[in-house]
């Protein structure tokens, strides 16, 4: 069953500490996104990767991290450095640098305690 | 830069009623529009889109046409049902931006019976 996985479906961390969302892909897509949604924002960018082993910061990249060592895993770290991390965090994939469509996950919901 | 500017919501429509939802948008080159919808506590999904002037994309009764003139992509649809609560999202990408998704605020739809 083709898709995209986001784990886990929520998840409550402590200030201070760091965590890591999980996105995992089997659409054989190049390019994958981390976007956040907080209430009345839409979705704002927080990184990108094209190809394996590369990555680029998006318009709100400070406070988080992220690794791409294999085509199908893109996870993304929230450390303690983001200030107002609790959102809801959603995975995309794309293709190809293309005009087709992104494809989401079903998201991640963080909880600062 | 790229922007996308739509209709703030909240939309409260009974069943069976006539629905818009204004987007217009500005970008550099010559963008991708797109429709996504959100249902409560799930990633974003694909409703339509259009690529090139006056193109006209639908899918499940809604209807949203390219209008270069006007820089604009209005989502419609004749007749809301129940099941259409959700949020929707007017989006834009473009070879400019390095076909990464720029992304409305996002309007909350609800339809009563």
């Known amino acids: 069953d083709g898709g995209i996985t986001q784990s886990p479906k929520y998840l409550f961390r402590k200030e201070g500490q760091n965590v890591t969302l999980s996105c995992e892909q089997n659409?054989?897509?190049?390019?994958m996104y981390w976007y956040r949604q907080d209430p009345g924002q839409g979705l704002r960018l927080i990184y990108y990767s094209q190809i394996v082993n590369d990555f680029q910061k998006g318009d709100i990249a400070e406070g988080y991290s992220v690794s791409r060592e294999k085509k199908e895993s893109f996870p993304l770290t929230v450390t303690s450095a983001q200030k107002n991390p609790t959102a809801f965090y959603l995975c995309a994939t794309h293709r190809d640098r293309s005009y087709n469509e992104q494809f989401f996950g079903p998201g991640t919901r963080l909880t600062v305690l | 830069g790229n922007s996308v500017t739509q209709m703030e919501g909240p939309v409260t429509l009974s069943e069976e009623a006539f629905l818009t939802i204004n987007c217009t948008y500005t970008a550099t080159g010559y963008p991708s529009l797109f429709w996504y919808v959100q249902y409560p506590g799930e990633g974003l999904q694909l409703l339509l889109k259009a690529t090139k002037a006056d193109d006209k994309g639908s899918n499940k009764g809604f209807e949203a046409t390219y209008r270069k003139e006007t820089t604009s992509f209005h989502l419609e649809k004749g007749s809301v049902q129940v099941s259409d609560s959700a949020v929707y999202f007017c989006a834009l990408s473009d070879k400019g931006s390095n076909y990464k998704l720029t992304f409305g605020k996002g309007t909350l739809l609800t339809v009563n019976p």
């Open positions: 659409l054989n897509h190049d390019a």
